[in-house]
């Protein structure tokens, strides 16, 4: 089944840098679909991050229309976004995701928790989570504790245990070594294959874009190139 | 957000800087126990000069003829009083009759003028402390009707010792002269101004045959056997009993030392407050600095989905934690200090004797009082300024935009 997940029309967003305006993101449109494996790419200060962020209702557009599953975000209260975010969207930021005082555990719970999942059922996903990941047995480390790859598949799990609606990735393996962010992707990969979980990520990494199954590629703020590979 | 922990959240964020929380904790602790000792000393500052005044002289209640109060006459007196006494005693009061008269005493070349107070000694005893504030020689004696207790101005201004003799002259109740010689018998200490300058007390007997006054007293001073119990009671009781005549409380006897009683709390509070504000700054300052170190931390949980609400009550649980530490150990060594001064108060007989405060003499050695109130307003202020200190950085919290929190460096 595929199906729009979000989708921006026309989206513009301005930033004030002193008396300058920078347009971060120019008249964008961009839809992303069920399934899909994206990677955002394009030199720095290209739009990337905002992008993630307009479409995770972190941030409003200054112009234009974005949906998240045919919910027109501009028509929600704040807190019918945050509660979206919480319910339907994972993050997964390029570093220190975690909160520390938590363990691994706590962390991937934590979202489960806010939702007032039962106890039971919460474990139940939690475990299956972390071992789904590769976890198993590290479940009780503090975030400072485990190596940056580690904490970053914690985060991971941590996005996809509520089975949100898209994982939207700023750069997840920028601040690991190649082979981790290897494992990362191949991570993803299976969860995009076998849950059918949407990705959609940023990266600079020419490894990464190879093994996108979508790259969008931006500059300036605007759509430069959006290919869909088999 | 039900489900999540916010108590051990906000625990394990308290550990996390354990320095800082602890110094905080300090802080609070140690202005806590100031607190307490301050507010103990207050206390027992307090109690100390009511039962000075109520003690020394005063007593809970006291019964005159109606009148008496305005025009301390020599002829307005109580009449039924062995009928009022025992009365008074089958309700559990104890009771002493007192008969008052001015006259002129001399010795020497020097004079004053004197307020005589014919007392029963055994009753008398049972009221008041006087007899055991005697300075040099000795209290009243029953039989002796020649030996006199005068204040110690008094006894400055006549020039006199233990031993000396007094002549008194005055005006009897049947209009002759009333004229006898005493002797000094004992000197008082400090007691109030009243007495300190003309007290000149002497037993009830002599005072009836100096001044021809065979019936009635002018005053019938009274105490409760159990000072815990309450005063308007009492003396709602005691109108019950001799309802003809002027019943007075301490209260309207001594206004203000009442007065001064009734503003003690509101003092206690101010002094409070004022230390409590260099706390709030502390306070303010680690809590601040505990939200500015984790903005990005509490972008993240809002990218999650965390409400306001949710950081408010983080921030709030953390502070309350720490109060609570604080509040534990204010309350252990404050009341551990206080209670040692309750047992032995500071002494400050070296820099100052017989002083004393609002017309009532203080002791020389300063007791404080555990009390209710001493120990739990500083901890009960405590929480009110620690809540106040937090609530910016629990707003700041609140209000953070998690886009920029999240890439704030
Ligand atoms: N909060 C902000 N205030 C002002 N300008 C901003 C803000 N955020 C982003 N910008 C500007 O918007 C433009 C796009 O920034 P963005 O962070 O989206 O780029 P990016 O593609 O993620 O870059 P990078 O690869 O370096 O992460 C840049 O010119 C940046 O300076
Ligand atoms: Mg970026």
Known sequence: MTGAIVTMENVTKLYEQ??????????????????????LCGPSGSGKTTVLNLMGGLDLPTEGTIHIEQQNLSELSRSQISNMRRDRIGFVFQSYNLIPVMT?????????????VPEKQCHERVMNILAEVGLQGLEHRRPDELSG??????????????????????????NVDSVTADALLDLMQELNRVERTTFLFSTHDQRVMDRARRLIRLRDGRLEQDEVRA | MPDVKIFSFALRNVLRNRHRSLVTVLAMAFAGIIMIVFAALMDGFLDATERHAVIMNTGDVQI?????????????????????????????????????????????????????RGISINRENTVTEISRHVMLGAWLESGDTRGVVIGK???????????????????????????????????????????????????????????????????IAIMRSNRDTDLELAKQRIEEIAGDYEIKDWQDLQPVIARILDLADAQKVIMILITYVAVATVILNAVLMSVFERIHEFGVMKALGVGPWFLVRLIFTELFIMIFAASIVALACGWFIAYRLELNGIDLSSIATGASFGGVAIDPVWPAKVTPGALFLPVLFLILIGFLAAVYPAVKAAVIQPVRAIYYR
């Open chain 1, 18 to 39: 002193g008396k300058i305006e920078v347009r971060a993101v120019d008249n964008l449109t961009l839809t992303i679909q069920k399934g899909d494996f994206a990677a």
């Open chain 1, 104 to 116: 691994a555990y706590e962390n991937a719970e934590f979202v489960l928790k806010l939702q007032g």
């Open chain 1, 149 to 174: 790859g580690q904490q970053q598949r914690v985060a991971i799990a941590r996005a996809i245990v509520t089975r949100p609606a898209i994982v939207l990735a700023d750069e997840p393996t920028a």
């Open chain 2, 64 to 116: 005159h003829a109606p009148g008496y109060m305005n025009d301390p006459d020599l002829y307005t007196y109580v009449d039924n009083t062995y009928e009022l006494l025992s009365l008074l005693e089958k309700n559990g009061f104890y009771a002493s009759p007192r008969l008052y008269g001015f006259a002129l005493a001399a010795a020497g070349k020097s004079s004053a003028g004197v307020k005589l």
């Open chain 2, 153 to 219: 101005k008094l006894a400055r201004t006549l020039g006199v010792k233990v031993g000396d003799e007094i002549v008194i002259v005055g005006q009897a109740s049947d209009g002759s002269m009333a004229n006898d010689l005493y002797r000094v018998k004992g000197i008082l200490k400090t007691v109030g101004d009243e007495i300190d300058q003309a007290g000149f007390f002497m037993l009830d007997t002599a005072f009836r045959e100096l001044m021809v006054f065979p019936k009635g007293v002018h005053e």
